[in-house]
C-alpha cells in the first residue's frame, strides 16, 4: 500500500550557511562597525547579542534574509524575549524540527476532514498518511501545502 511520511526537518548544513553568512553581513555593515553584534548556533538554538534592541532587530531581518537565500523556512525559527543582561542585549531564537503533538493533532484533523480516503496516524514527531491509490496522497500532498501550520512541512519516504 502506497505511503508517506509528512515531517518537519532542517538542514543543519545549510542552518550554519545561513548563521555565517549573516554574521559576514555584521562584519560588513557600517551601523555594526565597533559593536558586539554577533550570531551563536548552540544545541538547536540561535542567539542573537547586540547593544540594543534596534540592533537585534536589525540582527532578526539579516538572518530572515539569509534563511530565505539558503531556502530554508523562516517559520523554523520561534523567537523568545529580549533580554537585557549587562550592557549588551541577548535573545534567543529556538530552531523547531519535528512536529510536536499539537501540530501533528491538527494535520491528521485536516486529512480526515477533507474526506480523502487515506489513514494519517502520528509516529513520534512525523505523520505516516497511507492509502490505495497514488492519486489519493498526492491529493493529501496538496491539501497540507495549500493550509497554513507554524512550521515547516515536508513529505518524505514515500513508498508505492
Known amino acids: 500500500m502506497p505511503s508517506f511520511d509528512i515531517v518537519s526537518e532542517l538542514d543543519k548544513?545549510?542552518?550554519?550557511?545561513?548563521?555565517?553568512?549573516a554574521s559576514r553581513i555584521i562584519a560588513n555593515?557600517?551601523?555594526?562597525?565597533g559593536s558586539n553584534a554577533s550570531f551563536d548556533l548552540t544545541d538547536g538554538q540561535v542567539i542573537l547579542k547586540a547593544e540594543s534592541e534596534f540592533q537585534i532587530e536589525q540582527m532578526q531581518d539579516m538572518l530572515m534574509d539569509a534563511f530565505i537565500k539558503r531556502k530554508l523556512d523562516v517559520k523554523s525559527l520561534d523567537y523568545q524575549d529580549m533580554k537585557p543582561s549587562g550592557q549588551e542585549v541577548k535573545?534567543?531564537?529556538?530552531?523547531?524540527?519535528?512536529?510536536?503533538?499539537?501540530?501533528?493533532?491538527?494535520v491528521v484533523k485536516s486529512i480526515k476532514a477533507s474526506k480523502i480516503k487515506v489513514q494519517a496516524a502520528v509516529?513520534?514527531?512525523?505523520?505516516?498518511?497511507?492509502?490505495?491509490?497514488?492519486?489519493?496522497?498526492?491529493?493529501?500532498m496538496q491539501l497540507i501545502r495549500a493550509e497554513?501550520?507554524?512550521?515547516?512541512?515536508?513529505?518524505n519516504n514515500f513508498r508505492d
Open 13 to 21: 548544513h545549510e542552518l550554519t550557511n545561513a548563521i555565517d553568512q
Open 148 to 155: 497554513e501550520f507554524d512550521m515547516p512541512m515536508q513529505f
Open 123 to 140: 509516529q513520534g514527531e512525523q505523520v505516516r498518511v497511507t492509502g490505495k491509490k497514488r492519486d489519493d496522497l498526492q491529493k493529501v
Open 91 to 106: 535573545q534567543i531564537a529556538l530552531v523547531k524540527e519535528g512536529i510536536d503533538s499539537d501540530n501533528a493533532r491538527k
Open 29 to 33: 555593515r557600517f551601523d555594526f562597525k
